[in-house]
């Protein structure tokens, strides 16, 4: 009885040590992984601080040795242009300062300023280390107008002025003062569109689509024109677009030329034909002159009786010459 009772307390005693000892084991596996933890904790926000110190540093010694430093300054804005707005003009609208830091200049935002101006096809901007910046513009060359009828301010009515360029991107008439040419070469009688919903012409854009395809085929008309043999001959006034596939053109002269939208430099070798044909035989002026018809030429000529004599012909216009300037 004794010995099964030892028995007894003696397995009871041997239970409990190893429950203690499972515990102990517990406890040090939790402060084991505690000091993990805790040591890649550390170990992670010691490396972004540092990083982050760092990052700060650097920006502390750009700020003061490269973006506050005045041996960056900006002291020359170099421009060279191939048209006609005024080196001081396209120096404002870059919008840069003198004494600007040139390596803090953010020169995407310097073209786009550049660009806003419709008169302006590209810009290119570049860094001239340590105190240069340089500038080189293209221009838009106005080819054609549109007239939108207005009233101004005090009710009178008049025209407002849209010029395009060869693409069909509508830019207002420069402005004189911003301008290196006389008000004669700035501003030249270019040819009208007739027939374009210039209500929905915004500057800077292209023509809406919706009319593009008969606008274009007018400004290829007056570009091919420009280089004809009919020009300085006789100069267009109009290009009516308003009829689908044909092109009607009113002369300086009172002349009326229909054109088939293709072909322009085969129609205007024609044109030239019957203009020299009428001279040589003391014709006078063409009336009206279909060049769409294939087989035949429809011809009218003016009256010769009634028609005073000819004034002398017009010089080629040169609306925006390419000539390119530049500023060092």
């Known amino acids: 009885m004794w010995f099964r009772r030892d028995n007894k307390n003696r ?49 502390v010694l750009l ?50 300023n550049l660009e806003m101006d419709s008169a302006v096809e590209t810009a ?13 513009v293209t221009e838009r060359s106005p080819i054609a107008q549109v007239n939108t009828p207005c009233l101004d301010k005090n009710g009178n009515f008049s025209f407002a002025i849209t010029q395009l360029d060869k693409k069909g991107v509508a830019m207002k008439p420069r402005d004189p003062r911003q301008c290196i040419v006389s008000m004669a070469e700035l501003n030249p009688q270019l040819p009208v569109i007739i027939g374009l919903n210039a ?12 009319d593009l395809p008969r606008a274009q085929a007018a400004l290829d008309l007056v570009s091919a024109f420009s280089h004809s043999p009919m020009a ?12 689908p596939g044909i ?10 030329i229909t054109f088939s939208a293709d072909n322009y430099e085969r129609q205007l070798a024609r044109w030239r034909s019957v203009y020299d044909y009428g001279k040589s035989m003391n014709k006078g002026d063409i009336a009206s002159l279909d060049l769409a018809v294939e087989n035949n030429l429809p011809l009218k000529w003016m009256n010769a009786g009634t028609i005073s004599p000819p004034a002398a012909a017009p010089k080629p216009k040169n609306s925006n010459p390419k000539t390119r300037r530049s500023n060092v």
């Open 199 to 210: 209500v929905k012409l915004k500057q800077g854009d292209t023509v809406p689509v919706e």
């Open 247 to 256: 092109l009607v053109v009113m002369t300086g002269q009172g002349g009326q």
């Open 124 to 136: 290119s901007v570049e860094r001239v280390l340590p105190h240069t910046l340089r500038i080189f």
């Open 63 to 112: 700020d003061k040795f490269v973006y506050e430093n005045p041996d960056f300054a900006v002291l020359n804005i170099e421009v060279h242009t191939d048209g006609v707005l005024s080196l001081p003009q396209l120096r404002g609208s870059s919008n840069v300062r003198i004494g600007a830091n040139l390596i803090r200049l953010d020169l995407a935002d310097v073209k786009r």
């Open 11 to 59: 397995n009871r005693r041997i239970g409990r040590e190893h429950v203690l000892d499972v515990k102990l084991r517990s406890d040090q596996v939790r402060a084991a992984r505690m000091r993990v933890f805790t040591i890649l904790f550390c170990l992670l926000f010691g490396t972004f601080f540092g990083i982050y110190l760092i990052w700060r540093t650097g920006e």
């Open 232 to 243: 300085g001959l006789v100069d267009l006034r109009s290009v009516d677009i308003s009829t």
